[in-house]
């Protein structure tokens, strides 16, 4: 009788041989071979308008800072120019300059 192998065992395979060829299709581009694979470069700017996200969205500071998780106190160091965003908070921070409603969902969900 011939062995019968799971679905599930079939999926593990695959999803491990898919793995191994990205890994090979990884090395392949580091090494130059452009065929198999692309890049992409994240580009976050050094520097953000804070207050032009802000008021683009017709908010308040403190209705800003409440509505996308931000310490109001930080934010008016950002607007007056006291500090600046980190890296991941310039991603935020573009994030909801060109899609609020997006950044909204994520954070009202449970």
Known sequence: ??????????????VGSEIVEALQ????????????????RVLVPQRIDVKQVRSKL?????????KFGINAATLRNWEQGRRQPDGPARVLLMIIDREPAAVQRVLLSR
């Open 25 to 40: 299709n990884a090395v392949a581009y580091a090494k130059g071979d452009h065929s198999k694979g692309r890049a992409h």
């Open 58 to 66: 017709g908010l308040s500071q403190s209705d800003f800072a409440e």
């Open 1 to 14: 009788m011939g062995k019968t192998i799971s679905p599930s065992a079939k999926k593990a395979r695959s």
